[in-house]
């Protein structure tokens, strides 16, 4: 019988408790969810899945300049489709432009230009969550809203929206293989 | 043969260290590229290209009729499960094969040139043939043999392109040193054909969700999505040891959100059984050798034949049986349990020393690259020597 190979415990830790309620309430939720026929989880013994926490409503969020090349989170707006999610980013001499959230995703990944800095000023708000798939219960960082107030009414609104409506994927650490590579040592070759 | 055959200065240790391929020339492996080169008459050389070209149409075609057909699906060593994919990639994914390597018997001093069989998944001898090749060859003062591998693989990956513009590519390997040489040769060439980023990854860090796809965490928080996926891991790999992994590419691949070098179809022709349909539908062909599931429906079983199991690699748990029961070389390896097929016996070509050449042809997907090992026993597998492959001048030719 294929036995499931051990995986490394330490990146799991942070998701041990969530585990640990869902093997009691939600297993067979999720492995629906997930629409495998075969079983996932062995609650028993050794995670071997985490369980993540996605979104699935949508944002507006608008930056704006407030020193030069510095962007701060001014708003943040709950919408219901995710595909409707828009950045839009105003500029010191107060022009603005609205991209997408694709358009988004490809400005955040270009790290050496300085046109990503709204975008990624808007990743550490709950736009991250759409944008890098920023894990949900990291949490957003306050210091990167133009102010308390803006954090608390985003907080409020888009964050406790987006909370309130997740649904749960599994990322299964793969592990596949492992009896066979020895973490990056020599081993036995494949080559044909 | 032996006229064939030119010295060849070794390659100083700097040049190897500098290209990253110290492993192919120190330690266990300082004595497995050959202190000679190997030249072949241009239509010697021609030949052998085309007997690429042709095999893949063969082999190709052969698949193609045997993926919906459930007997041979058995014989060709498809578990139930993994037929789906199969099934899907032949109809999806058809005109996706990146790579593959041919070997042959023959091909040198009139001998007929015989396919052996074909490494479909996972092609090796790239970083030798690419670059090791090239430069002993120029080093010697001698005509290269044909060798356009990187430029065709180039140009294939261009027309295949790197997916969604927001995943990356993952490069995913085992851990073998040799296995990750021959991957970064592929990975170059995706990113010389600006498929975009590429990442070199173990395959048990990568993290597979079967509703979204491939992803790896780069960084903490940072996950990196894959859209791609280059592997340096047989399909069957996959198939018969970790038959949870097929399960979940599977589900990913047909949802469209991952696609994999070479594709699923590819474990068909990776089977030697294969090599078996192909001889029952084409008898006959000059290419093939005479290969069967019973050595008693070989045409001359008492003339010598190897026996060898349908997924196996490196000459492992091979057996050359001559007079029907007489075992004159055997291999051991990880592969014994599985179906196997029958093979006739083929002429190698052999120099004085008794080593016998095995020359190989590259096809992605067409032919586009030649490479020679040779050994001094009975089974080339893992302890063979790569020999470069020079091209005899016209002039000169007429001489043998």
């Not at chain 2, 029907?324 to 052999?350: H, M, N, S, W």
């Amino acid at each position: 019988m294929y036995a499931r190979p051990r995986l490394q415990t330490l990146r799991l830790q942070a998701y041990l408790v969530n585990l640990n309620q869902l093997c009691t309430m939600q297993t067979k939720h999720l492995l629906l969810s997930i629409g495998l026929s075969f079983g996932l989880f062995s609650c028993g013994g050794e995670p071997e899945t985490e369980v993540w926490q996605v979104p699935t409503e949508g944002l507006i969020t608008t930056v704006t300049e407030v020193e030069n090349d510095e962007y701060r989170i001014l708003s943040e707006d709950p919408i219901p489709q995710i595909e409707d999610s828009r950045i839009i980013v105003e500029n010191m001499e107060g022009t603005r432009d609205t991209f997408t959230l694709d358009e988004a995703k490809l400005m955040a990944a270009d790290s050496t230009s300085t046109r990503s800095r709204p975008f990624r000023s808007a990743g550490m708000g709950f736009f991250g969550y759409l944008m890098i798939g920023r894990m949900m219960s990291g949490g957003v960082n306050s210091g990167a809203y133009v102010n308390n107030g803006a954090y608390n009414r985003a907080t409020s609104t888009a964050g406790s929206r987006m909370s309130n409506s997740t649904r749960s994927v599994t990322r299964t650490k793969s592990g596949f293989g492992s009896k066979t590579s020895s973490g990056g040592k020599s081993t036995r070759s494949f080559g044909g | 043969m032996d006229n064939r055959l030119t010295d060849a200065r070794p390659l100083k240790d700097r040049w190897f260290s500098k290209k990253g391929l110290s492993y192919y020339a120190t330690g266990e492996n300082h004595d497995y590229l050959a202190d000679e080169i190997l030249s072949l008459s241009p239509a010697e050389a021609k030949a052998a290209m085309a007997a690429g070209d042709e095999a893949y149409t063969l082999l190709r075609s052969c698949a193609r009729s045997s993926a919906f057909d459930d007997a041979r699906l058995d014989k060709l060593g498809v578990p139930d499960f993994a037929r789906p994919l199969v099934q899907w990639s032949v109809e999806n994914e058809w005109d996706n094969f990146l790579l593959g390597r041919f070997d042959f018997a023959g091909g040198v001093d009139g001998l007929p040139l015989k396919l052996i069989e074909f490494n479909a998944d996972t092609a090796s001898l790239l970083p030798e043939t690419a670059i090791i090749q090239p430069e002993m060859v120029s080093m010697a003062g001698l005509k290269p043999a044909p060798n356009d591998l990187l430029k065709t693989l180039e140009h294939t990956a261009r027309r295949l392109g790197g997916g969604r513009k927001d995943t990356a590519i993952a490069a995913v390997h085992l851990g073998s040193e040799d296995d990750q040489l021959n991957l970064a040769v592929l990975a170059d060439v995706a990113r010389e054909a600006r498929w975009g980023r590429v990442d070199n990854l173990l395959l048990p860090d990568l993290d597979i969700n079967p509703d979204e796809g491939i992803f790896h965490e780069a960084k903490a928080d940072r996950w990196i999505h894959y859209g791609t996926m280059v592997k340096f891991f047989p399909w069957d790999f996959a198939a018969l040891e970790e038959p949870e992994l097929w399960a979940y590419l599977a589900e990913i691949i047909m949802a469209g959100k991952l696609r994999v070098f070479n594709p699923a179809w590819t474990m068909l022709l990776q089977s030697k059984a294969l090599l078996a349909l192909a001889w029952e539908d084409n008898p006959g062909h000059p290419l093939l050798l005479p290969t069967t599931f019973d050595p008693a429906d070989l045409p001359r079983p008492l003339d010598g034949y190897v026996r060898k199991p349908v997924f196996g690699r490196m000459g492992e748990n091979i057996e050359m049986v001559m007079n029907g029961r007489l075992v004159i070389a055997k291999t051991d390896g990880d592969y014994g349990d599985g179906p196997v097929v029958y093979q006739e016996l083929a002429a190698f070509p052999e120099d004085r020393e008794k080593h016998r050449y095995q020359l190989s042809t590259y096809v992605a997907p067409t032919a586009c690259a030649l490479c020679c090992r040779r050994q001094d026993e009975l089974i080339i597998d893992d302890d063979g020597e790569f020999v470069p492959l020079a091209l005899l001048k016209e002039k000169v030719s007429s001489w043998f």
